[in-house]
């Protein structure tokens, strides 16, 4: 191989330098919050096709596709599309696949690497099954009578079903061969009563067979051309030998049926939400009930060879059998509890408090939260409240005792705090001797001694204290969600100040956070966000959110923060003034915290675990960043780039935004070891410059306020 030239090699490095911009900023400045839990996504999963132990996909809420080529160790999201669910996926082998929901129809020719849309026919309603027969000639269902059907793999897709009476919806499609197949479903969605048609020409022509006695129909499955199974609501089992013309009740209990699978005629499974029966005569008999576990609410199956079968449903749930159903292994590991406070000594090890109000765990994390554990080095649980600063830790149990550490967790030890209550609503300790806990009645109590002892420094009994913010021992402010107001001390607790959020009306405030001792925030039930810049002593309402019963704030300085209204966080980078237009993260957010101004996770429901971490990839992209400065950052007019090396000169400006797209660039620079450019006509938000000097290349991060 020839040697480069220096040109070339410079050339080569420029080149590579710029794709990792992009990649940098599309694999994590895009979406600022990366979902890492629950693994390997939040959606409802609805159905899943597998064709080996090792080879399967997928489908679910969100417009989730995932796939796997080593038995579920690991997923490969393919594709996801937030305002699509997808209820059905299907292929004809290695390679060619459908996935269909609502009213779109993807389909791939390379195991899902791409997904292309496929043109649909105008149609009243959603998509809800798919099946082949072979690569060219396919069915797709849905509600209110749809019934499509391609010949070219999809390439067209026409409808087949002429107008029947009654709002018929299906659900469930099955051909044995490329004439004969039957449908089932029921009426409108949610209504009583089912339905069930077959063809013996392909789908043009149907016939309605349903018994007398019907029910809301979920899944038709045929052995052969002949024997046939449908299952469904009320405990509905039925069975056709003839090809789905006559069928014979075979019920034998009243839950509500979701599929029903034979692994030859005599082995078969039925599913409820999170039970299985199975049959080893043929459907005569139905016994040896499994349990799937609570949390595996069954949506779609798929098997692929004797006796072995996923599961999948809500909660990302996916369980396997390769018994035919007597044992279950459950392929997701992840947490589903809802995450109620969550925190972190360092950027690996954290802890969290997981469950509901009646039944909460400690559990941790000791990669930075991708995967959960439960603690049992902590004694003395319970635990409902937490705060984690730094290396000190306290956690609440409901015997109203603080286990607390000033290491890191090597060392625990057990103080009481005042009982006479339920709970506390709310615990923090500026550092790590003075505390405070509050409650209903107006119940506040201070330490410090780091809890050995407590001070009753509590306010009016009406009072109803449910959130505290306190930046020092001296200065904090609390929720009164009875006045509503918040309250404002400067020694402590020992004397108090009532201030009102008031926009027209008085506002319920919900949250608070000080970014100093005079700049702060809080949400409202209203969903105005309120500003102070005096400590507190008034408040201005600067921006509405829809309201909310929960919402959160948070500011890592005194113009970037983020707010969380239900499921959606948003950002601001001027000091809340305005706001991007939300990030959906799932689950409904319950708890913020930050490490440091670069690193931080936020909680919810579901399991749902997300970081900020503007860091990632930066120490690959970014060097020597200390030999060249940009000042001032963050700035709102001019920013001077310095390389401290006076001989090594500027020679050009790149600007990007968190799009990738280019909006400033600076060529021919004089030469010189500085270089000043004006960022005036730039949105507010993160960029990133790419600076040329004599000998190298960097990126660095800029803020523009």
């Not at 990669?367 to 306290?394: A, E, R």
Request: aromatic letters at 14%; a negative charge.
């Amino acid at each position: 191989m020839p040697k480069l030239t220096q040109k070339q090699i410079i050339m080569k490095k420029a080149a590579i330098l710029i794709s990792l911009i992009f990649f940098y900023l599309f694999s994590s400045a895009q979406l600022e919050w990366t979902i890492i839990h629950p693994y390997p996504t939040m959606s409802n999963l609805k159905d899943a096709h597998f064709i080996s132990d090792l080879e399967g996909w997928v489908v679910g809420s969100r417009g989730v596709i995932m796939y796997t080529n080593d038995g579920c160790e690991t997923w490969e999201i393919q594709h996801t599309e937030t305002d699509l669910t997808f209820s059905s996926v299907f292929f004809t082998g290695n390679t060619e696949g459908w996935a269909v929901g609502w009213n779109k129809i993807y389909h791939t020719t390379n195991a899902g690497n791409t997904w292309e849309e496929q043109e649909c026919p105008f149609i009243m309603g959603d998509l809800t099954d798919v099946y082949f027969i072979n690569e060219d000639t396919g069915w797709i269902v849905g509600t209110y009578q749809i019934v499509l059907k391609t010949t070219d793999g999809g390439d067209t897709w026409a409808k087949v079903l002429k107008i029947v009476p009654g709002n018929k919806c299906f659900f469930s499609v099955c051909f044995t061969d490329e004439l004969h197949g039957c449908a089932t479903g029921g009426t409108v969605p949610g209504a009583p009563g089912g339905v069930i048609m077959v063809t013996n020409d392909g789908g043009f022509s149907w016939i309605e067979t349903t018994p007398p006695e019907n029910e809301f129909y979920r899944k038709v499955f045929f052995q052969d051309s002949l024997e046939g199974w449908i299952c469904g609501d009320d405990g509905a089992l039925i069975k056709t030998m003839d090809g789905g013309f006559t069928w014979e009740d075979k019920s034998f209990w009243y839950d509500d049926y979701v599929d029903i699978h034979f692994f030859d005629e005599n082995n078969g499974i039925l599913f409820h939400s999170h039970l299985v029966n199975l049959t080893f005569d043929g459907g005569e008999t139905w016994d040896a009930t499994s349990n799937l576990g609570d949390l595996s609410t069954v949506c779609g199956i798929s098997s692929w060879d004797f006796n072995k079968l996923i599961t999948v449903g809500f909660g990302n749930s996916i369980s396997k059998t390769l018994d035919g159903g007597s044992t279950w292994e459950n392929l997701d590991q992840s947490v589903h509890a809802e995450f109620q406070q969550i925190g972190f000594f360092d950027a690996l090890e954290g802890l969290a408090i997981v469950g509901s109000t009646k039944f909460r765990q400690l559990i941790r994390t000791y990669d930075g939260g991708h995967t959960w554990q439960l603690d049992t080095l902590v004694p003395n649980g319970p635990f409902y409240k937490m705060w984690i600063s730094g290396s000190s830790c306290y956690l609440l149990n409901y015997g109203q005792q603080i286990m607390k550490t000033n290491d890191g967790g090597e060392n625990w030890k057990l103080v009481d705090a005042p009982g006479g209550l339920l709970e506390y609503f709310d615990m923090q300790f500026p550092n790590e001797n003075t505390g405070y806990l509050c409650s209903l009645g107006g119940k506040f109590v201070k330490t410090i001694d780091g809890g050995e002892t407590w001070m009753d420094k509590s306010v009016s009994d009406t009072c109803i204290l449910t959130h505290m913010f306190f930046n020092n021992e001296n200065k904090g402010w609390l929720i009164n969600s009875a006045g509503p107001n918040i309250l404002r001390t400067l020694d402590g607790g020992d004397s108090w100040y009532v201030t009102s959020l008031v926009d027209e009306i008085i506002c319920s405030p919900l949250n608070i956070f000080f970014v100093d001792e005079n700049l702060g925030y809080a949400t409202t039930i209203q969903g105005k966000l309120f500003k102070t810049n005096n400590g507190g002593d008034t408040w201005e309402s600067i921006y509405e959110f829809s309201s909310a019963y929960h919402s959160l704030v948070c500011f890592i300085s005194e113009n970037e923060g983020w707010v969380t209204i239900s499921n959606v966080v948003y950002h601001t980078f001027d000091g809340g003034t305005t706001w991007d237009n939300g990030q959906w993260l799932g689950g409904y957010l319950k708890n913020f915290f930050f490490l440091n101004n670069e690193l931080g996770w936020v909680c919810g429901d579901g399991g749902l675990v997300a970081n900020y971490d503007i860091t990632v990839g930066q120490n690959e992209i970014i060097h020597e960043t200390d030999r060249i400065s940009l000042f001032p950052n963050p700035s709102n007019r001019e920013i001077m780039v310095t390389t401290q090396n006076i001989a090594e000169n500027i020679e050009g400006i790149k600007v990007f935004n968190l799009k990738g797209q280019q909006v400033l660039n600076f060529t021919d620079l004089h030469q010189s070891n500085t270089f000043s450019f004006n960022i005036s006509g730039l949105s507010k938000g993160v960029y990133i410059v790419h600076i040329t000097t004599t000998n190298r290349q960097n990126l660095i991060k800029f803020i523009k306020q």
